[in-house]
Nanobody
Framework: QAQLVVSGRGLVQPGGSLRLSCAASGSSFSIYAMGWYRQAPGKQRELVAA???????NYADSVKGRCTISRDNAKNTVYLQMNSLKPVDTAVYYC??????????WGQGTLVTVSS
C-alpha cells in the first residue's frame, strides 16, 4: 500500500507564502495523479490543485494566481507553493494520490493557519 508523507509550515502571516510537500512511497507503480485538498472549519473537503502524470493541472478558482502545484516524478513528490495567503486559506490540508490498482490514497492532514 502506498503511503503519503506531508511536510510544511503550519503558520503564516496574511500575504505570506508557504510550501507544502508530499512524498509518496510504498508503491511499485507509476502514480497517475497527485493533488492537494483542504477542509476549512464548517466546510467540506475541497480540491485545491491537482496534477496529472501527463502534466495537466487543475486549480480551484479560489486559489488561481496564488498557488502553484508541481511534481517531481523521480522523487514521487508533489509540492504546493502558496503565495498571497489570506485568512480564508486557513484549513487542514491533505495530500492525495491516485495509484494504479489501489485507487485513492490520502496523507495525513496538516493544519495551515493564516493569521496576524
Amino acid at each position: 500500500q502506498a503511503q503519503l508523507v506531508v511536510s510544511g509550515r503550519g503558520l503564516v502571516q496574511p500575504g505570506g507564502s508557504l510550501r507544502l510537500s508530499c512524498a509518496a512511497s510504498g508503491s511499485s507503480f507509476s502514480i497517475y495523479a497527485m493533488g492537494w485538498y483542504r477542509q476549512a472549519p464548517g466546510k467540506q473537503r475541497e480540491l485545491v490543485a491537482a496534477i496529472i502524470s501527463g502534466g495537466s493541472i487543475n486549480y480551484a478558482d479560489s486559489v488561481k494566481g496564488r498557488c502553484t502545484i508541481s511534481r517531481d516524478n523521480a522523487k514521487n513528490t508533489v509540492y504546493l507553493q502558496m503565495n498571497s495567503l489570506k485568512p480564508v486559506d486557513t484549513a487542514v490540508y491533505y495530500c492525495n494520490a491516485e495509484v494504479p490498482l489501489e485507487g485513492e490514497v490520502w496523507g495525513q492532514g496538516t493544519l495551515v493557519t493564516v493569521s496576524s
